[in-house]
């Protein structure tokens, strides 16, 4: 079974512009997270997703952030104009329907903001 | 709120050597607490999970009990590998059902 994959795997732009990040989660899995690492600190929650429905969006740092997820399978994250602070890792988790599954987590995007 | 404190890293370790990585949360009610690893260039694993006070979680020669009268899930293993190198992770799961981490412990073992 192929496990929650990310691309791009890591990304290099000029702050104002825009990149659009991409996760496919396992397959058959209703549940998807966004997840960010900045600046080697905690890792922090974003936004989940339940089907193609956002269930909790209390992460999101602003409105230059936004989250799609399509038909309920993969779900993209576009960051538009692109900031020096949204420099980090973003990891995607995916998890099974239901309430306490296990998250299962991709190896995430790597950002830059120069 | 909800959150989650590991010793700073990083860690470094010879090999067979004995590994303690302390965690301790603030939480309401009862969480399911894990513990994450990040290898070199891979993606978050999960390493182990408990889901309720006494409760050990266990994988690898790893373990950690979930201790409700400390606040604890301290992750410990009896004899690193060089390759269990990487970074740890502890987090808990809040009520919404979502991830809080600790800022994760680099560990290093040495041949």
């Known amino acids: 079974e192929a496990g929650v994959t990310q691309f791009p795997s890591h990304s290099v732009i000029e702050k104002g512009q825009t990149v659009t990040l991409r996760c496919d989660p396992i397959s058959g899995h209703d549940n998807l997270y966004w997840y960010r690492r900045v600046m080697g600190k905690e890792i922090k929650f974003l936004l989940h997703?339940?089907?193609?429905?956002?269930?909790?969006e209390s992460g999101m740092p602003n409105n230059r952030f936004l989250a799609e997820r399509t038909g309920g399978t993969y779900s993209t994250l576009k960051v538009q104009p692109a900031e020096l602070e949204d420099s980090g890792v973003y990891f995607c988790?995916?998890?099974?329907?239901?309430?306490?599954?296990?998250?299962?987590f991709g190896p995430g995007t790597r950002l830059l903001v120069l | 709120g909800n959150s989650v404190t590991q010793m700073e890293g990083p860690v470094t370790l010879s090999e067979e050597a004995f590994l303690t990585i302390n965690c301790t949360y603030t939480a309401t009610g009862y969480p399911s607490l894990f513990w994450y690893v990040q290898y070199p260039g891979e993606g978050l694993q999960l390493l182990l999970k408990?889901?309720?006070?006494?409760d050990k979680g266990s994988n690898k020669g790893f373990e950690a009990t979930y201790r409700k009268e400390t606040t604890s899930f301290h992750l410990e293993k009896g004899s690193v590998q060089v390759s269990d190198s990487a970074v740890y992770f502890c987090?808990?799961?809040?009520?919404?059902?979502?991830?809080?981490f600790g800022s994760g412990t680099r560990l290093l073992v040495r041949p």
């Open positions: 408990a889901t309720k006070a006494d």
């Open positions: 997703f339940v089907k193609e429905s956002k269930q909790d």
């Open positions: 987090a808990l799961e809040d009520s919404s059902y979502k991830l809080i």
């Open positions: 988790a995916s998890s099974q329907a239901g309430l306490r599954e296990t998250q299962y």
